[in-house]
T-cell receptor, first 113, second 114 residues
């Protein structure tokens, strides 16, 4: 049972445009969400997170939006750069006392020059 | 560089064999996590240790076991290996091991079972 779903295996955008990566979750107990980025031959690296008490969190070119009623979050990258080309994983947990982080399958983002 | 070291980077073995994957966490991190990434799968949580004790267990097979030593490094032991165990195994670490901390991942061990 995939509790965190990234339904788009891949996404291709032009440099300078917006990239929108989507993530859906089914577990209503999830209240903390993170995005990780992974380059080939490297481990995932933390990108940005959001708590369920917020609906938006911004860090430079990266913004994560959370819609709790729809159990949906999205990562916006503006403007997209070729160096952003990587696999992006959405992850969720049910708070500080639950140590398990559940990941989606990832979305491969390709930013074309 | 995340500061998390995993060895070996690649491992090729045969079915039925036993292997040990090693992980050294970032300096100061007390918690170690193991994840498995199979083809076309996301990162599957296997197990977590905090300061030497098992804290959480995920979809870890009985043929797999792990431990965290007093110096905080961790080992993941995989035995009676099957073809389906071929995957990328990641170790991650964090300071306190709560569900709201960001994890620092190693570059992984690619296991190929032939």
């Amino acid at each position: 049972d995939q509790q965190v779903k990234q339904n788009s295996p891949s996404l291709s955008v032009q440099e300078g445009r917006i990239s929108i990566l989507n993530c859906d979750y089914t577990n209503s107990m999830f209240d903390y969400f993170l995005w990780y980025k992974k380059y080939p031959a490297e481990g995932p690296t933390f990108l940005i997170s959001i708590s369920s008490i917020k609906d938006k969190n911004e860090d430079g070119r990266f913004t994560v939006f959370l819609n709790k009623s729809a159990k949906h979050l999205s990562l916006h990258i503006v403007p997209s750069q070729p160096g952003d080309s990587a696999v992006y994983f959405c992850a969720a947990s049910s708070g500080g006392s639950n140590y398990k982080l559940t990941f989606g399958k990832g979305t491969l983002l390709t930013v074309n020059p | 560089d995340s500061g998390v070291t995993q060895t070996p980077k690649h491992l090729i073995t045969a079915t039925g064999q036993r292997v040990t994957l090693r992980c050294s966490p970032r300096s100061g991190d007390l918690s170690v996590y193991w994840y498995q990434q199979s083809l076309d799968q996301g990162l599957q949580f296997l197990i977590q240790y905090y300061n030497g004790e098992e804290r959480a267990k995920g979809n870890i097979l009985e043929r797999f076991s792990a431990q965290q030593f007093p110096d905080l490094h961790s080992e993941l032991n995989l035995s009676s290996l099957e073809l389906g165990d071929s995957a990328l195994y990641f170790c991650a670490s964090s300071v306190g091991g709560t569900g709201i901390e960001k994890l620092f991942f190693g570059s992984g061990t690619q296991l190929s079972v032939l």
